[in-house]
């Protein structure tokens, strides 16, 4: 299965700032996927990602979130102006070999 | 649309008892579904899909299209067994369930 690793693994804002998320996959992936999960919630989707372009979007994935792949490897979620909601882990996710989609260890963004 | 609906939020059983995880699902066409476990502290993993019809970790689920449900099944739960479980659903993107924490007491 590919590794995906994600960084940092804790992140500490304050209300306001501009955040970013990074998700680096082993191998190349066209396909790629952001999830959200508040504490003690469920797994909610947020995005996905296919060849460089937003494939689909939920409700969630509003004006003040965007993805990019910058260098062609590394994948980014990028919250502009962040909330106390916005506290939760981030996973991303890519295509594995034996699953339909191999997690990262997730990103845990607190917002005070 | 698609939805999942995960029924119990909460789920605990003794070792050694039988347990069953459900899971009910609202699609138009052919599903593709799955049940993942997080451990604590750990990412999300795929457990078992439908399509392969195998048993991990003694887990089995079925797909039933009459009921439209897919539940996840152990007959001797374990205390290692203890996790979040989350059913989903794969439509080009995929979706999970609000997930059952699994409680597996000695």
């Known amino acids: 299965e590919p590794e995906v690793t994600q960084t940092p693994s804790h992140q500490v804002t304050q209300m306001g700032q501009e955040v970013i998320l990074r998700c680096v996959p082993i191998?190349?992936?066209?396909?790629f996927y952001w999830y959200r999960q508040i504490l003690g919630q469920k797994v909610e989707f947020l995005v996905s990602?296919?060849?460089?372009?937003?494939?689909?979007k939920s409700e969630i994935f509003d004006d003040q979130f965007s993805v990019e792949r910058p260098d062609g490897s590394n994948f980014t979620l990028k919250i502009r102006s962040t909330k106390l909601e916005d506290s939760a882990m981030y996973f991303c996710?890519?295509?594995?070999?034996?699953?339909?989609?191999?997690f990262g260890n997730g990103t845990r963004l607190t917002v005070t | 649309a698609q939805r999942v609906t995960q029924p119990e939020k909460l789920l605990s059983v003794f070792k050694g008892a039988p347990v069953e995880l459900k899971c009910n699902y609202s699609?138009?066409?052919?599903?593709?579904l799955f049940w993942y476990v997080q451990y604590s502290r750990q990412r999300l993993q795929l457990l078992l899909r439908?399509?392969s019809r195998e048993s991990i970790k003694g887990f089995t689920a079925d797909l039933n299209k009459g009921e439209t449900s897919f539940h996840l099944k152990k007959p001797f739960a374990q205390e290692e067994d203890s996790a979040m479980y989350y059913c989903?659903?794969?439509?080009?993107?995929?979706?999970f369930g609000a997930g059952t924490r699994l409680t597996v007491k000695p």
């Open positions: 699609y138009s066409g052919s599903p593709e």
């Open positions: 439908h399509i």
């Open positions: 996710a890519c295509p594995g070999l034996n699953s339909p989609l191999h």
């Open positions: 191998s190349n992936h066209l396909y």
């Open positions: 989903a659903l794969n439509n080009n993107d995929m979706r």
């Open positions: 990602f296919y060849n460089n372009e937003i494939s689909e």
